[in-house]
């Protein structure tokens, strides 16, 4: 359920910047007055519900090396949803202008300080899967590229306010390679945990015996 909603959530978003007209970053997609606010900040939210879906379907799940080992994995996924959700109820205001410039408010604060938060726990979730085993590792490693490269060049030029429509894109492909990344831990975390049951009922049920058997 967790990964199908973080799939909607990731289909409105990309449908909302393809009927954005202009510039802007991911969170302007969901500023006051915008039309695409009502769609993104819903698919903010469907993240926000996905995430902390997948979190309790993989509670306990941990790591157990090094310092990202000293918690569970769904602990940071929580800490993420939790922030998107905050992201989503309060949207930054029209414009989306950065914090501590002109024109900023103090929802702009919010919204900029939970959707960084939300980032780098979901950062951290990714980093701590690479401890789980091979499979897991390389599902993480082009994230971990991707959502490090992108989001670093995205936001070293938001801060520069130059080349807003690149950054804008880098930081959609930023946030687009972290929730497929997650996507595919919940649903490699099922398929891992459903194998032995399913092998297990399949082992029950008494084969047919062959002629060349009797």
């Not at 979730?125 to 085993?133: A, E, H, K, N, T």
């Not at 499979?135 to 994230?143: G, K």
Request: a neutral charge.
């Amino acid at each position: 359920m967790g990964a199908s909603l973080v799939l909607l959530a990731l289909g409105m978003m990309w449908a909302s910047r393809i009927v954005y007209r202009g510039d802007t970053y991911v969170s302007g997609l969901g500023a006051e007055g915008e039309v695409t606010a009502l769609a993104f900040n819903v698919s903010l939210g469907l993240v926000a519900f996905g995430g902390a879906a997948s979190a309790f379907g993989l509670w306990g799940l941990r790591s157990g090396r090094g310092l990202f080992g000293a918690w569970a994995l769904s602990s940071s996924l929580l800490a993420a949803s939790v922030m998107f959700a905050v992201g989503a109820a309060v949207p930054c205001s029209s414009g989306c202008p950065i914090p501590f410039t002109g024109g900023s408010t103090p929802q702009d604060y919010v919204h900029t300080a939970a959707a960084v938060l939300g980032f780098a726990f979901a950062g951290i979730g990714i980093v701590q899967s690479v401890g789980l085993g091979r499979v897991y590792a390389m599902l993480a490693a082009p994230s971990i590229l991707f959502v490090i490269a992108a989001s670093a060049a995205g936001g070293i030029l938001s801060i520069a306010e130059v080349a807003t429509g690149l950054g804008g894109w880098l930081e959609l492909i930023a946030t687009t390679a972290a929730l497929l990344w997650l996507v595919a831990l919940s649903w490699t975390t099922q398929h891992r945990l459903m194998m032995p049951a399913i092998a297990a009922d399949r082992g029950a049920i008494p084969r047919p015996r062959t002629m060349a058997a009797q």
